[in-house]
């Protein structure tokens, strides 16, 4: 699977857009953009996936560049809830490829 | 419906001894993961099952971890001789399937401590 480069920390006010940068310059064509986050002492939840097209949610958006080597995870009104680290993963859809592998993330803090 | 549950929520246990922890997966679900997750870092993948089967246990970091999932359902990740790098938050997840875009879905986990 590609590897993924993300910030390692963010701030964002209360009642704006969080706005989260992802790299993944070496994806290839059959690899899925996931988006997952952890809230301190809870299991990763899952937020959304694209493979090219952008796409949203009742959670979020996703923006993916036209040459796929990058996204932006978009919280479009962030709260105080949405604080947690915050994981960029890309991952195939072939045989060998189900595991998710995480790397350390970018941690979102939301200031009041 | 319910999610992912783990059991215990907590379990500490002493160098040296024997550990099982429990996954139940949602219902209907046929895929289960387990993963391991060290303070400060992203979960790292030990094993998967299809069924009852493991079908990749490429990161179970050596042989006293095993897991089993006898009837397709509940899984038991089982340690022996607990070390105290064994010391972690043991996840379990859970997908429909395999095929294409499947998502998979946490449980809250086990924190492992190993005095």
Redesign the interface.
Known sequence: DAKTTQPTSMDCAEGRAANLPCNHSTISGNEYVYWYRQIHSQGPQYIIHGLKNNETNEMASLIITEDRKSSTLILPHATLRDTAVYYCIVRGTNFGNEKLTFGTGTRLTIIP | GAG?SQTPSNKVTEKGKYVELRCDPISGHT?L?W?RQSL??????LI?FQGTGA??DS?LPNDRFFAVRPEGSVSTLKIQRTERGDSAVY?C?SSFN????H???????TRLTVL
Do not use: H, K, N
């Open positions: 992912v895929a993961y993963y400060g870092q992203g979960p790292e993948f998967y079908a990749d990161g996840l997840a395999t095929i294409g875009p998502t998979q879905y946490f449980g809250p986990g």
